[in-house]
């Protein structure tokens, strides 16, 4: 088990960018995958999968929403694995976390209970 912490969300206009971090506090398996999901704070919205990354490899997954203005991205010698958001829009605003998967060797990034440990998420929200 290990102790996520996100950083980096702000309060950005439309078309901005942000980075947001996630740390892991101890040594992450090469084989396991790393998740970012977000969940909107409106009724009915359920926490989506945004991008994954194989942290050895560095195979990526993107939902279609943000696929070519969203990057994952890993530094294994710092633990961490980032989030690069592009033109950011309205509809990106959301809570964000980061989580590790449960197993070695596949990820199934759409699924929450693929992942075991999440951090506490880090706020993004980007107005018009």
């Known amino acids: 088990q290990v102790h996520l912490v996100e950083s980096g969300g702000a309060s950005v206009q439309a078309g901005g960018s942000l980075r947001l971090s996630c740390t892991s506090s101890?040594?992450?398996?090469?084989?396991?995958?790393m998740g970012w999901f977000r969940q909107a704070q409106a009724p009915g919205k359920e926490r989506e999968g945004v991008?994954?990354?194989?942290?050895?490899?560095?195979?990526?997954f993107y939902a279609d929403s943000v696929k070519g203005r969203f990057t994952v991205s890993r530094d294994n010698a710092k633990n961490t694995v980032y989030l690069q958001m592009t033109s950011l829009k309205p509809e990106d605003t959301a809570m964000y976390y980061c989580a590790t998967s449960k197993s070695n060797d596949a990820c199934i990034w759409t699924k929450e209970n693929f992942f075991g440990d999440w951090g506490q998420g880090t706020q993004v929200t980007v107005s018009s």
């Open positions: 101890g040594y992450i398996d090469s084989r396991r995958c």
């Open positions: 991008a994954a990354i194989f942290t050895g490899s560095g195979i990526s």
